[in-house]
Nanobody, 117 residues
Framework: QVRLVESGGGLVQPGGSLTLSCGASGISFSGYTMGWYRQAPGKQRELVAI???????TYADFVKGRFTIFRVNAERKVYLRINSLKPGDTAVYYC???????????WGQGTQVTVSS
């Protein structure tokens, strides 16, 4: 079955940290560009970070060093480490994958991150 499944979200206090994970099945994971996006209530989905099959990383400007994306191909997983969480980071975080050819893409179902005291 072709799918992405995120986990690791939850309720965190401001200043805390989280590591989100996304597991892939049914795709040639190592060849995919993987990404994390987020969507806050009432806002459009926005890019957080992507990592290519060559491990090249791109981050959104708002990340400012607080987010780290990494992948472990042997596990077929991509991770997003978030430090110094702020209430503005509250959103549903989605994992995405795009094939090398660009012809195939998929999304996970999302994991909720809530930053609140």
């Amino acid at each position: 079955q072709v799918r992405l499944v995120e986990s690791g979200g939850g309720l965190v206090q401001p200043g805390g940290s989280l590591t989100l994970s996304c597991g892939a099945s049914g795709i040639s994971f190592s060849g995919y560009t993987m990404g994390w996006y987020r969507q806050a209530p009432g806002k459009q989905r926005e890019l957080v970070a992507i990592i290519t099959s060559a491990y090249t990383k791109t981050y959104a400007d708002f990340v400012k060093g607080r987010f780290t994306i990494f992948r472990v191909n042997a596990e077929r997983k991509v991770y997003l480490r978030i430090n110094s969480l702020k209430p503005g980071d509250t959103a549903v975080y989605y994992c995405s994958g795009v094939s090398e050819s660009g012809r195939f893409s998929l999304w996970g179902q999302g994991t909720q991150v809530t930053v609140s005291s």
